[in-house]
C-alpha cells in the first residue's frame, strides 16, 4: 500500500507560479512498487489529464506539450517526495492536481496506469 498526500496547492494570478508537493509513504520505492510517479489534473467537466511524470530511478522526465518549458518535475529521494514547480500559470490551468505512483518505470501519460493515487490539491489561476 503506498500513500500520497499532495500539498502545496491555492490561487495565483495569472503569470505567477506555485510549487507542489507530494509526499509518498508505505511500500513505495526499496520493494519496487512505485517505480515513476505522475501529475495529473482535472477541470470541472473535463478529464483527468496527464501534466507531468519521472521515473523514480534516475530522474527521467516527461511532460505534456502545453507545459514544457514552464513546468518541472523533481523528486527527492531523501524525503520521498516529488514536486511540480509551475511557472507562467494560466487560467486554463485551474484545476484539481493529483500525484499518482505507478509500478512500472516506463513513463506513462495513462492514468489507468497508476495505481495510487493522492487526494488532490486546488489551483486556482485567475485572469
Known amino acids: 500500500q503506498v500513500q500520497l498526500v499532495e500539498s502545496g496547492g491555492g490561487l495565483v494570478q495569472a503569470g505567477g507560479s506555485l510549487r507542489l508537493s507530494c509526499a509518498a509513504s508505505g511500500r513505495t520505492f526499496s520493494s519496487g512498487v512505485v517505480g515513476s510517479m505522475g501529475w495529473f489534473r482535472q477541470a470541472p467537466g473535463n478529464e483527468r489529464e496527464f501534466v507531468a511524470a519521472?521515473?523514480?530511478?534516475?530522474?527521467?522526465?516527461d511532460y505534456t506539450e502545453s507545459v514544457k518549458g514552464r513546468f518541472t518535475i523533481s523528486r527527492d529521494n531523501a524525503k520521498r517526495t516529488v514536486y511540480l514547480q509551475m511557472n507562467g500559470l494560466k487560467p486554463e490551468e485551474t484545476a484539481v492536481y493529483y500525484c499518482a505512483s505507478h509500478r512500472s518505470l516506463i513513463l506513462s501519460t495513462t492514468p489507468a496506469d497508476y495505481d495510487y493515487w493522492g487526494q488532490g490539491t486546488q489551483v486556482t489561476v485567475s485572469s
Open positions: 519521472i521515473r523514480w530511478r534516475d530522474g527521467t522526465t
